[in-house]
């Protein structure tokens, strides 16, 4: 815990869930709700993420953590924007991480719906579209954006269809390929070169 003393309701949910000792509490009057960390990976929530939610929304929000905690997903969005960074060239490679990250999410979520049920996620998902809501990067978290949407599609009308390529994105990252092979495949001659003896 950072900043302040853990309240008896949340040590409860944390016990329930069997978090007891993942949880870092930040004093901040932003709203946050996140999982971060590369070799023991932590979950950290804002004091006013906490006023803002009830006891169940509060509960489904560590349930969905947990499930990030559980596969290690800070460690696995920190390798692929690494290699989004590294080649971005590539816009192809932006529509991957983008997708894949939206799964991990409604994955998070049906996690949550199994240990507290469909109600409380679909509240607590309502909240934080009206919310000023501060995300971090390689964090992830119940409250990230760009993946609100699909994801209460996904509960709401069973539609998983969140997939979404860039054509341009595609035709960007193909001929960025060609060029790259074609750099890679044609002859280098040095002609013209004399070595004078001293």
């Given at each position: 815990?950072?900043?302040?003393?853990?309240?008896?309701?949340?040590?409860?949910?944390?016990?329930?869930l069997?978090?007891?000792?993942e949880?870092f509490?930040?004093?901040?009057?932003?709203?946050?709700?996140?999982?971060?960390?590369?070799?023991?990976?932590?979950?950290?929530?804002?004091?006013?993420?906490?006023?803002?939610?009830?006891?169940?929304?509060?509960?489904?929000?560590?349930?969905?953590?947990?499930y990030?905690?559980?596969?290690?997903?800070p460690?696995?969005?920190?390798?692929?924007?690494?290699?989004?960074?590294?080649?971005p060239?590539?816009?192809?490679?932006?529509?991957l991480?983008?997708?894949?990250?939206?799964?991990?999410?409604?994955?998070?979520?049906?996690?949550?719906?199994?240990?507290?049920?469909?109600?409380?996620?679909?509240?607590t998902?309502?909240?934080?579209?009206n919310?000023e809501v501060?995300?971090?990067?390689?964090?992830?978290?119940?409250s990230?954006?760009d993946?609100?949407?699909?994801?209460?599609?996904?509960?709401?009308?069973?539609?998983?269809?969140?997939?979404?390529?860039?054509?341009?994105?595609i035709?960007?990252?193909?001929?960025s390929?060609?060029?790259?092979?074609?750099?890679?495949?044609?002859?280098?001659?040095?002609?013209?070169?004399?070595?004078?003896?001293?």
């Open positions: 815990m950072l900043g302040k003393r853990l309240p008896n309701f949340l040590t409860k949910i944390l016990d329930e069997n978090l007891s000792n949880l509490l930040v004093a901040d009057k932003k709203v946050f709700a996140y999982c971060l960390g590369i070799r023991k990976p932590k979950i950290y929530i804002s004091t006013e993420l906490v006023k803002k939610m009830t006891r169940k929304e509060l509960k489904v929000i560590l349930a969905h953590e947990k990030h905690l559980k596969n290690r997903d460690l696995i969005m920190l390798f692929v924007t690494t290699v989004q960074l590294l080649f060239f590539f816009p192809f490679i932006s529509d991480i983008r997708n894949y990250r939206i799964d991990r999410e409604i994955l998070a979520d049906k996690e949550a719906i199994k240990l507290v049920g469909v109600a409380p996620l679909i509240s998902l309502k909240k934080l579209l919310l501060t995300n971090f990067a390689f964090a992830v978290g119940v990230e954006l993946s609100l949407e699909p994801r209460i599609r996904a509960l709401v009308h069973k539609d998983l269809r969140f997939q979404k390529y860039q054509p341009i994105n035709v960007i990252s193909l001929f390929l060609f060029i790259i092979a074609s750099f890679l495949l044609i002859p280098v001659r040095a002609e013209g070169l004399t070595v004078c003896p001293n």
